[in-house]
């Protein structure tokens, strides 16, 4: 099985392999680009394979370097960079996509920001946040604007002249979004998430397994591979029309989302310093996992990882001191409904 994918022409990638669970995990990230015309690919993933990297006498690296890069055989791993190519050897799916892809991005003058982005009244707004704060919430209450597009729920690209394109990834739905998004009434994935609830103990016990395996075996995968999550992944167009998903705009304002322990929600200008501060910490989080590959990429000469950081700051200020610059404070207390009631009636009129 192969897919290949254009990244708004900046970045390009294929994936070539027998498991149909490798192929859907990069489909999570990458559907809305699917592109089987692609021709030369930046970013290759492949099956990995232990007679790959054997040594000349036939036996099996525990660590090594690989031409242009570094290999986990135990791991089922292997990585390579190579003149703004990246080569990817796996077992399982997403052990660093948005890492390497964010490294690419930001050869060609791009990065992402963490957060949700939307165009309302031909203004493109992002709302940088960490996870969990309310950026899927803030999509279900604007959706079905008239003047609403959308560019991502999760991830946004920003780059040249304060414009924004889209990265619409698959949403994730826990169970407080279901009521908010009426397509998934009754489906598979809200079966899904009430048979989990109701079995938590069981499928928490499935992923306890897997995080053992993992660790203790050093995993080339999940023993149980069915999902297993608190929450179901579902493609951003069976939530938002096709149409009102957006490409490229040009921003006109950035806002922070935040959650914090007042009683009011309310708006107020946020300093560049403070903001990308914060942006870069929590793409630092998002990319922990990945980190890793590029750190051990430069211990090996083949990455430098101080250019990586210097580049995305340089990007995301030049970005974002073009725009006006809000954070938007978010009580704990408010429930999901009172939030999106506030965006869809008052805060729609603020912005």
Same mark, same amino acid.
């Given at each position: ?5 254009? %990244? ?14 490798? %192929? ?34 036939? =036996? ?9 890069? /570094? ?33 690419? !991005? ?35 209450? !604007?959706? @079905? ?16 002249? =304060? ?16 009521? !908010? ?28 397994? @897997?995080? %053992? ?14 999902? &297993? ?42 300093? %560049?310093?403070?903001? /990308? ?10 990319? &922990? ?61 603020? /912005?």
């Amino acid at each position: 099985m192969e897919k290949r994918y254009n %990244i708004h022409d900046l970045v390009s990638v294929g994936v070539v392999s027998n498991s149909p669970y490798i %192929i859907a995990g990069y489909d999570h990230y990458l559907r809305f680009f699917e592109d089987p015309k692609v021709s030369e690919i930046d970013y290759g993933v492949v099956d990995f394979s232990k007679d790959f990297f054997k040594n000349s006498a036939g =036996h099996i690296i525990d660590f090594s370097r690989i031409d242009s890069g /570094i290999c986990f055989p135990k791991e089922g791993y292997a990585i390579s960079f190579d003149k703004n190519k990246i080569k990817e050897y796996t077992t399982y799916a997403n052990r660093a996509t948005n890492l390497f892809v964010q490294a690419l !991005l930001l050869v060609k003058g791009f990065s992402f920001v963490h957060g949700a982005g939307i165009e309302m009244k031909g203004r493109g707004i992002i709302f940088p946040a960490l996870g969990g704060v309310g950026k899927t919430l803030l999509i279900s209450a !604007l959706r @079905n604007h008239k003047d609403f597009k959308f560019f991502g729920d999760d991830y946004v690209i920003v780059g040249g002249e =304060h414009l924004m394109y889209s990265y619409p990834s698959d949403f994730s739905i826990y169970p407080y979004h279901v009521p !908010l998004f009426n397509e998934l009434k009754n489906s598979s994935s809200e079966i899904y998430l009430k048979k989990r609830n109701r079995y938590k103990l069981f499928y928490e016990c499935k992923r306890a397994i @897997n995080f %053992i395996f993992k660790r203790i075996f050093n995993s080339t995968g999940p023993v149980l591979k069915k999902w &297993n999550a608190s929450y179901v992944k579902i493609p951003a167009e069976k939530l938002i029309q096709k149409e009102k998903i957006g490409k490229r705009t040009v921003l006109d304002a950035s806002i922070f989302l935040e959650r914090y322990d007042g009683e009011n929600i309310f708006l107020e200008p946020m300093d %560049i310093d403070s903001l /990308i501060g914060r942006i870069m910490g929590i793409l630092d989080s998002e990319f &922990n996992e990945g980190m890793k590959y590029l750190s051990l990429l430069a211990s090996v000469g083949e990455f430098n990882l101080i250019e990586f950081r210097l580049s995305q700051e340089t990007i995301l200020r030049k970005v974002f001191s073009h725009i006006k610059l809000y954070q938007l404070k978010i009580p704990n207390s408010l429930s999901p409904k009172e939030y999106c009631d506030y965006i869809s009636k008052d805060f729609i009129y603020e /912005i």
